[in-house]
């Protein structure tokens, strides 16, 4: 299938869209507590992107119920908000997807609650080097198997299991479009990345192996078949000619997260 290259005019709002997500996700790092519930972060998320003048693209898309993504532990992706308390050492991560003005800004991160063990902060760790890592790969003329292959060499060195069965995306008016960005691979292979794509990394790193279930009865939540952790970070990303723009870049350290050494004072 083709890949759509962006113009100027679509840029900006791509750029508009993944800040607003951005800026979401930051809020949620902000107000995570001991406590509360996976529904709490849907209402924050919820309040949060209608008052920035965006709709919650989850909201509805093929049935899904919430206005987020919110997965706990053993949960790979696609965690539905629930009355789930989160506990003292549980990792959730939360992903956020903002439409404005028509265009998709689709942004995740993987939280610590209260003070992490140390299985959780190996997986959480390097599922955030992963996206990195796979990050540092893109510019135009790459190829899309040169993402997936820095990204399976890391994590699977780091002795973890990254899924296949879910992959990043090209987006922009459409939520889930063109290529497929898989998180493992060989390199040289794949098709040809281009400059004024924009299409999203999102590397599910499980602490055992690579499988997962989709839940059964509600259809959407999928987990480890191993049940061990796993966690994931994801960008919304523009190529350039050297390189690319993350357009879902925080302007801020995200708390509860990315202030790993703080959270061992206590
Ligand atoms: N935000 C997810 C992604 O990164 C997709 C969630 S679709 C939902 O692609 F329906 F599960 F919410
Ligand atoms: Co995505
Ligand atoms: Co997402």
């Given at each position: ?87 003292n050492g549980d990792i959730v991560n939360v992903d956020v997807t903002h439409v404005y003005e028509g265009f998709h800004g689709d942004t995740s991160a993987t ?156």
């Open positions: 299938m083709a890949v759509d290259i962006k113009s100027p005019k679509e840029i900006d709002l791509m750029r508009k869209a993944g800040r607003l997500a951005a800026d979401t996700l930051l809020l949620v790092g902000e107000k995570l507590r001991i406590g509360m519930t996976t529904d709490e972060i849907d209402r924050i998320v919820h309040a949060d992107t209608l008052r920035q003048g965006a709709r919650p693209a989850t909201l509805n898309y093929k049935g899904y119920p919430k206005s987020v993504c919110t997965s706990v532990n053993d949960i790979v992706c696609h965690g539905i908000p629930d009355g789930t308390v989160l506990k939280f610590y609650v209260g003070t992490p063990t140390a299985e959780a902060r190996h997986v959480v760790e390097v599922a955030r080097r992963a996206l990195d890592e796979g990050i540092a790969q893109v510019r135009d003329g790459a190829r899309l198997g040169d993402v997936g292959a820095a990204i399976q060499e890391y994590v699977e060195r780091e002795g973890c299991g990254v899924v296949r069965d879910f992959v990043g995306h090209g987006i922009g008016r459409k939520f889930h479009d063109a290529p497929q960005v898989k998180h493992y691979g060989k390199r040289g292979t794949g098709d040809r990345i281009r400059a004024g794509m924009t299409f999203t990394i999102e590397p599910m790193v499980n602490l055992g192996g690579w499988e997962v279930e989709v839940d059964p009865n509600d259809k959407w939540t999928v987990r480890t078949a191993d049940g061990s952790l796993s966690a994931q970070f994801e960008h919304t990303i523009l190529v350039t000619r050297d390189g690319c723009e993350i357009l879902t870049a925080r302007g801020r350290a995200l708390q509860n997260s990315e202030n790993v050494a703080a959270l061992f004072v206590a």
